[in-house]
T-cell receptor, first 112, second 114 residues
Framework: QKEVEQDPGPLSVPEGAIVSLNCTYSNSAFQYFMWYRQYSRKGPELLMYTYSSGNKEDGRFTAQVDKSSKYISLFIRDSQPSDSATYLC????????????FGKGTKLTVNP | ETGVTQTPRHLVMGMTNKKSLKCEQHLGHNAMYWYKQSAKKPLELMFVYNFKEQTENNSVPSRFSPECPNSSHLFLHLHTLQPEDSALYLCASSQEGRSVDEQYFGPGTRLTVT
């Protein structure tokens, strides 16, 4: 079983839709959960960062962690064409020198 | 220049060539990383340097050789590569080498091995 599973998509939605992006993981020791966004021909950039369980909101973006189900989500409200990118989840355990484990990334296209 | 820069942006090389990828960060960070990004695969960590010392070598074949002369520069020397090494190679930096530190990525070098 892979450490982090993420459906690569592609996912295509109309402008204004609510988007749900998800990852599942196998290691219950994971505590730090991140979402990176990668535009075409660019490197990834950190979008959201949560520690342990719960929700975190930043504008149109909400990151949700359910540790009991080992499931993390990123919701995008009122999606815009500028949200078209690949979204990668990234997970870590204790936050020390161990490496960050990335999902495959989900390619999202928001159509005007 | 700001952020993390990488050169060249595109590289085509034969299996017998030797080439180098260059990364430079202008953020004052102490840790630098090399990642390999292939289609439909997770981002693969290759090497980590923390305060110029290599702290991670993720079982990378010896045909990839990193070099970190100072905290701002990172190189990846390539020789006798295979076609399956074709990928996007991303460099990143962070304040320290902790996995929870935000990593700042460069735009990558698109490598094609013929």
């Amino acid at each position: 079983q892979k450490e982090v599973e993420q459906d690569p998509g592609p996912l295509s939605v109309p402008e204004g839709a609510i988007v749900s992006l998800n990852c599942t993981y196998s290691n219950s020791a994971f505590q730090y959960f991140m979402w990176y966004r990668q535009y075409s021909r660019k490197g990834p950039e950190l979008l959201m960062y949560t520690y342990s369980s719960g929700n975190k909101e930043d504008g149109r973006f909400t990151a949700q962690v359910d540790k009991s189900s080992k499931y993390i989500s990123l919701f995008i409200r009122d999606s815009q064409p500028s949200d078209s990118a690949t979204y990668l989840c990234a997970i870590s355990t204790q936050g020390g020198s161990e490496k960050l484990v990335f999902g495959k990334g989900t390619k999202l296209t928001v159509n005007p | 220049e700001t952020g993390v820069t990488q050169t060249p942006r595109h590289l085509v090389m034969g299996m017998t060539n030797k080439k180098s990828l260059k990364c430079e960060q202008h953020l004052g960070h102490n840790a630098m990383y090399w990642y390999k990004q292939s289609a439909k695969k997770p981002l693969e960590l290759m090497f980590v340097y923390n305060f110029k010392e290599q702290t991670e070598n993720n079982s990378v074949p010896s045909r990839f050789s990193p070099e970190c002369p100072n905290s701002s520069h990172l190189f990846l020397h390539l020789h006798t590569l295979q076609p399956e090494d074709s990928a996007l190679y991303l460099c990143a930096s962070s304040q320290e080498g902790r996995s929870v530190d935000e990593q700042y990525f460069g735009p990558g070098t698109r490598l094609t091995v013929t």
